[in-house]
């Protein structure tokens, strides 16, 4: 009451102060007479204020409660409307075809999409086999999908969910908040006809008359009528109030379904990209196996059709060094222009290189890519686990180094792949030694500068420094040089250029396949090397002289000591084909092969006295093709090709002794029951 009274007052003195400035104009009739009007309005309101006898409550605490949840509830629709709208790029905007073509421009995916597609094409139509070009237009495809399907699930999120959400609080909430007003209004009326109640009923007391009594008794037919349309508001209120506390489970459906329009709209964008990233993929694998420095050789063999088994840099510039000619002087020793050498590297590298395009390359430019192309490989070219067991090779006495390398290059740890580059490799190595008349290049030099490009250590054990290693190393590169025919006597002899690719490789790329993409090197597989084995050939009659390149004839006459017995070594059963002859004498043969004993490899040697197998003769009853078409006819007096395991005669022996393989009985047994 008393802040009603204030409020009064305040009112009381705004007009007193508009009276008083109206007074200076002419009409002062009027404005007393509003002035009278306006008091008498303001008595009215004091009375009916001041004599009130007490406030009626509009609603009980249980409804006072849920009030205050629906105007939480209001509150949270209103930030949860506003937030969705602000993540609407085209909220309002409308859904015909215009708008939505309008909103699907102003997308950033779609944008992005026209442009990648746009500059495909611009790419592609100058270079019809650019990946870049296929794969930006493949994006963009991609890129402008997931515009339309953004522009379509914020369509679908505007309609179904903030719509509804603005229906809640344009409809809902406002009847609610309506009706609370008029019963505000209600309440004060019916609070209003009490306080004259109270009134007439104390003249009445005070005065008394008929005319009194009947005053009251109308008073209060009055204040029941009001007394029933507060109630009437009451009961509405309450049932919209109850009614919108139970739409809690619609309006979290509309959340619900908006996480079901975010699922659809992030799915479609991941179904997109799975069916695009397959064509992306396929696009790739036409340029599959570039960058070609770097790559290992067997992804480098598998990348592109070289059906010759020899990586292309390697062939590719030999060939062109063995059509210039090899009597340039210096070659692999002096450096090349530095220019020449990286223009030579990116034409590599861009498959636009082939044979024609190397002429104008001069000698020491194609050797500095070579070393360049065997330096950069993931592992080295003789066998990343194999760097120990070649060091150890190199401080070998020369009498054992020849049954080491051989061992190596047959070990299982050297990829097939290795070992047919090693061959090609080394044949070219020792063409170039031949000439070191003309070209001052010598095995030893070869080797020398050869060495560290072909076996290094993966894994730092020894000193940098230690020069003892390298000279090892060197050693065993020279002998491999030097004795190339013999190392490899059983494998063929292709020519360079043999199966080289005429077009560049940026023309032959290919997808991987399951089976090799090169024809069978004439290499043996590992089954091959164990149970195919062939006698070892006589040894050569050339006659080395040179003793750092053959073993000391002082070997033969080694004491027989250490040597197994002939009882003791296993005999080799030939099987019946026709690439292993028969032992038509009734002699034992013998078969190189490594040791199993914690992958050393043991010293061959044959027993003392026991002579050597004689040389395979060809059955006549069973003629088999020739594997190495290349080789001297078989009348002449040279031996049958055979497997990597066999292990030939060393040079400079005499004719009556042979070196042969040692393995226990056991182990053979294994091996053999293994195979089979």
């Known amino acids: 009451k008393l802040i009603l009274l204030d409020s009064l007052l305040q009112e009381t003195y705004l007009l007193i102060f508009h009276h008083r400035t109206v007074f200076s104009s002419d009409s002062s009739a009027e404005v007393i007479c509003k002035m009278k009007k306006s008091m008498e309005k303001l008595k009215v309101r004091i009375d009916q204020n001041l004599n009130r006898t007490e406030k009626s409550v509009a609603l009980p605490p249980e409804l006072e409660k849920i009030e205050e949840t629906i105007l939480t509830y209001r509150q949270v629709c209103q930030t949860v409307h506003k937030k969705f709208s602000e993540c609407l790029q085209g909220a309002g905007k409308g859904t015909d075809g215009q708008s939505i073509e309008r909103r699907l421009k102003k997308t950033l995916d779609f944008s992005l999409g026209q442009s990648l597609s746009e500059q495909g094409r611009l790419l592609t139509k100058q270079s019809s086999s650019s990946c870049l070009g296929q794969v930006l237009q493949e994006t963009g495809g991609v890129c402008t999908a997931v515009g339309q399907n953004l522009v379509q699930y914020e369509i679908s999120v505007e309609q179904l969910v903030v719509q509804e959400l603005e229906t809640v ?364 084995g062939k006698k070892a050939p006589p040894p050569p009659s050339t006659d080395f002289s040179s003793p750092s390149s053959s073993p000391s004839p002082s070997r033969v006459t080694s004491s027989p000591s250490h040597l197994p017995s002939p009882a003791t070594l296993p005999r080799t059963e030939s099987p019946q084909t026709g690439h292993q002859p028969n032992n038509t004498n009734g002699q034992s043969s013998y078969q190189r092969s490594k040791s199993a004993e914690g992958g050393k490899h043991k010293t061959a040697s044959q027993p003392p006295n026991q002579p050597p197998p004689s040389p395979p003769q060809p059955t006549p009853s069973l003629p088999t093709p020739s594997l190495y078409p290349d080789l001297p006819p078989q009348d002449r007096t040279f031996p049958i090709p055979a497997p990597r395991s066999v292990k030939p005669a060393i040079p400079s022996k005499p004719e009556g002794i042979t070196r042969n393989a040692s393995m226990r009985a056991a182990d053979q047994a294994r091996k053999d029951s293994t195979d089979l």
């Open 169 to 532: 609080l344009k409809t809902d909430l406002p009847t609610i908040l309506k009706e609370r007003r008029q019963l505000d209004q209600l309440i004060l009326e019916l609070d209003t006809a009490k306080a004259r109640l109270h009134t007439a009923r104390q003249e009445d007391q005070n005065q008394g008359g008929p005319l009194t009594g009947a005053k009251v008794d109308r008073m209060e037919e009055e204040l029941d009528d009001m007394a029933r349309k507060v109630e009437q508001a009451r009961d509405l209120l309450a049932t919209d109030m109850m009614a919108f506390m139970s739409k809690d489970a619609e309006l979290a459906k509309l959340i619900a379904k908006f996480l079901d329009f975010k699922l659809d709209y992030h799915s479609s964008i991941a179904d997109q990209v799975l069916l695009t990233q397959p064509k992306v993929d396929a696009i790739l694998l036409t340029k599959r196996g570039f960058p070609i420095f770097g790559s290992s050789l067997a992804s480098h063999l598998a990348s592109f059709p070289l059906h010759s088994g020899i990586a292309f840099p390697l062939q590719l510039c030999i060939t062109r060094l063995v059509r210039l000619g090899l009597e340039e002087e210096g070659l692999f020793r002096l450096a090349a222009g530095s220019s020449k050498v990286k223009k030579l590297r990116a034409e590599l590298e861009a498959g636009l290189c082939s044979l024609p395009s190397l002429e104008t390359a001069d000698h020491h430019v194609l050797t500095a890519t070579i070393k360049s192309y065997l330096r950069e490989l993931p592992d080295p070219l003789m066998g990343a686990d194999l760097y120990q067991d070649w060091v150890e090779t190199g401080q070998l006495d020369e009498e054992d180094r020849f049954d080491a390398i051989w061992n190596l290059l047959q070990h299982e740890q050297l990829p097939r792949e290795n070992y047919r580059n090693i061959q090609y490799l080394f044949k070219f190595l020792q063409a170039v030694s031949s000439l070191e008349e003309k070209n001052k290049m010598s095995a030893s030099n070869l080797a020398i500068v050869i060495t560290p490009n072909v076996i290094w250590e993966c894994e730092s054990v020894h000193d940098p420094l230690d020069v003892t290693v390298g000279s090892a190393l060197a050693q065993v590169v020279e002998l491999i040089i030097t004795k190339y025919e013999w190392f490899f006597q059983n494998d063929a002899s292709l020519p360079w250029d043999h199966l080289l690719p005429t077009s560049p490789l940026g023309l032959l790329c290919q997808p991987p396949s399951t089976s090799p993409s090169f024809h069978p090197s004439p290499v043996p597989t590992t089954r091959d090397r164990k149970g195919k």
